[in-house]
């Protein structure tokens, strides 16, 4: 179960696919997952740890609630 915080990419990608998502797919500056009609970038490699903002950015996006996050 992820904390809701800082992750590692590697960590983000694995968790969004639990919840539905495919990919990582190559597109324009940034890759992008799938789940149905949602579509949620990923960040970049080369920049660290995803801060609890940028994660919580990507959530809301990708429709997750902090809850649901927290219990894959």
Same mark, same amino acid.
């Not at 915080?5 to 940034?30: A, D, N, V, Y």
């Given at each position: 179960?992820?904390?809701?915080?800082?992750?590692?990419?590697?960590? %983000?990608?694995?968790?969004?696919?639990? %919840?539905?998502?495919?990919?990582?797919? #190559?597109?324009?500056?940034?890759?992008?997952?799938?789940? *149905?009609?949602?579509?949620?970038?990923?960040?970049?490699?080369?920049?660290?740890?995803?801060?609890?903002? %940028?994660?919580?950015?990507?959530?809301?996006?990708? *429709?997750? #609630?902090?809850?649901?996050?927290?219990?894959?």
């Amino acid at each position: 179960m992820p904390t809701f915080g800082p992750i590692k990419r590697r960590e %983000l990608i694995q968790c969004l696919r639990t %919840l539905g998502f495919e990919g990582p797919f #190559s597109g324009g500056k940034h890759q992008f997952m799938v789940r *149905g009609d949602v579509t949620v970038r990923v960040p970049n490699p080369h920049q660290g740890d995803i801060s609890k903002e %940028l994660l919580s950015r990507i959530l809301r996006q990708a *429709g997750v #609630s902090k809850d649901e996050w927290e219990q894959i």
